[in-house]
Nanobody, 122 residues
Framework: QVQLVESGGGLVQAGGSLRLSCAAS????????MKWYRQAPGKQRELVAT???????DYGISVKDRFTISRDNAKNTAYLQMNSLKLEDTAVYYC????????????????WGQGTQVTVSA
C-alpha cells in the first residue's frame, strides 16, 4: 500500500515563508499527479497547486506567484514553498495524489495525507 505524510506546517507571521513536504511511502512503482489542497475552518477544501509526474504545474488563483509546487521523483516527495504568507492562508494543508501504480496491473486512486496545520499570524 501507499501512504502520504505531510510535514513542515507551523506558525508563521504574515509575510513569512514555510515549506511543506509530502513524502510517499510503501510499495509502489510510480505516482501520477501530486496536489496540495487546503481547508480553512468553515470553508470548503480548496485546490492550491498541482504537479504532474513530468513536472508541469498549475496553481489556484489565490496563491499564484506566491506558492511554488515541486517534486523529487527519486525521493517520492512533493513540496510546497509558500512565500509572502497572508492571514487567509491559514488552513490545514493536505497532500493528495490521483493515482499510484502499485504494480503492472494494480492502481490505487485518490490517496490523501493526514494534513498539516499552517497558521499565519498578524
Amino acid at each position: 500500500q501507499v501512504q502520504l505524510v505531510e510535514s513542515g506546517g507551523g506558525l508563521v507571521q504574515a509575510g513569512g515563508s514555510l515549506r511543506l513536504s509530502c513524502a510517499a511511502s510503501g510499495s509502489f512503482f510510480s505516482i501520477n499527479r501530486m496536489k496540495w489542497y487546503r481547508q480553512a475552518p468553515g470553508k470548503q477544501r480548496e485546490l492550491v497547486a498541482t504537479i504532474t509526474s513530468s513536472g508541469v504545474t498549475d496553481y489556484g488563483i489565490s496563491v499564484k506567484d506566491r506558492f511554488t509546487i515541486s517534486r523529487d521523483n527519486a525521493k517520492n516527495t512533493a513540496y510546497l514553498q509558500m512565500n509572502s504568507l497572508k492571514l487567509e492562508d491559514t488552513a490545514v494543508y493536505y497532500c493528495n495524489t490521483d493515482r499510484v501504480r502499485l504494480s503492472n496491473l494494480d492502481w490505487k486512486y485518490d490517496v490523501w495525507g493526514q494534513g498539516t496545520q499552517v497558521t499565519v499570524s498578524a
